[in-house]
């Protein structure tokens, strides 16, 4: 266990943007995170746990808690019956390198979720989905320490209360998951009705088999979203709104050709990309050093040097914008960490 004080947060996260935790802790250990624990309580300090920092915006003034990086990295195979195998991947473990391993083993399930930033825990955390697909559609069991006892408790599928970009331990911050557990299986049939993949089907791309159907995900969405390496982001920084069939009527009158995407119980997920482009001319909307991506309004960009209040700000006029042309009131995607 490493335990720092005043460590800037830009650097652990994808925006680049953030200061200095007042305590630090990498964990790699559940013995770990339960000293991480005790350290909190001592010093009465709230505890954040922090994983790729992928899909959270950390204030200027920094976190005054203690940050807790889980760096657990181990990936085991547990063979099933039918051709299904359990994954069982430590919290800390980059998501995309999951995702790497079961496919070079011909394992179907997250292949539609390559590319996606962060780590097996923020994904079970975000219920990370993309191209038709979701974690929960695998999701097995997470074990995680709650923070309120410090004993090892398992959460089960049945426990998880999965939704769009939510889960359990969203709701419940008293929980730092330790390990995740995810069923795959040799037998899946490949999903590739999402638009942009059957798009890229038709254009003779191979979709097949797992690593084809990742291989062709990472190409979409390299075309889609900034290179977080070059420039701060959070991927979507807004979720896509889910409102009444009434209201998506009312808009349609005005926007026929919005895409909607019917959730049952008379409520519908409608594309804010789509609305924030054609419908409010809002791409590569800037404000001083941040800006709605050219390619993916629903990303904000930040240059180097921008901050978090600057982002804020940005995304409560886009905000604003899309209430007063909608009455839509959006949710974000992204975080303020801390």
Do not use: C
């Amino acid at each position: 266990m490493i335990v720092r004080s005043g460590i800037p947060l830009a650097p652990h996260t994808t925006f680049h943007i953030g200061g200095p935790a007042r305590v630090f802790i990498e964990a790699d250990t559940e013995e770990d995170i339960r000293a991480a624990l005790g350290i909190a309580k001592r010093r009465a300090l709230p505890l954040y746990p922090l994983g790729a920092g992928s899909n959270v915006l950390v204030k200027d003034e920094g976190v005054e808690g203690v940050v807790l990086k889980v760096a657990s990295r181990d990936i085991v195979f547990e063979p099933g019956n039918d051709g299904s195998y359990r994954l069982i991947a430590g919290a800390g473990v980059r998501w995309d390198a999951v995702v790497d391993t079961a496919v070079s083993r011909g394992l179907s399930g997250i292949e539609n979720l390559a590319g996606i930033p962060g780590t097996v825990g923020g994904a079970t955390v975000q219920n990370i989905g993309a191209y038709g697909a979701e974690l929960a559609d695998v999701f097995e069991y997470a074990d995680s320490i709650d923070t309120t006892t410090g004993a090892l408790v398992r959460i089960t599928r049945a426990e998880s209360a999965f939704a769009y970009r939510s889960s359990f331990f969203k709701e419940s911050r008293a929980h730092v998951i330790v390990r995740v557990a995810l069923r795959l299986t040799t037998l899946g049939t490949p999903r590739v009705g999402y638009p942009d993949l059957a798009r890229a089907r038709e254009a003779g791309t191979p979709l097949s088999t797992p690593p084809e159907i990742a291989a062709a995900v990472r190409a979409i969405r390299s075309q889609k979203l900034p290179d977080p390496s070059e420039e701060g982001t959070a991927g979507s920084f807004f979720k896509n709104p889910v409102i009444s069939d009434a209201s998506v009527a009312t808009l349609r009158a005005r926007y026929p050709e919005m895409p909607v995407f019917p959730q049952g119980d008379g409520m519908a997920k409608v594309s804010l990309a789509w609305l924030l482009d054609r419908a409010l001319s809002l791409k590569g909307y800037a404000s001083g050093p941040v800006r709605l991506y050219e390619r993916q309004p629903l990303v904000i960009v930040a240059r180097e040097g921008a901050t978090a209040s600057q982002v804020d700000a940005l995304a409560q006029e886009v905000a604003r914008r899309v209430y007063d042309a909608t009455g839509i009131v959006l949710e974000r995607e992204v975080e303020t960490f801390g």
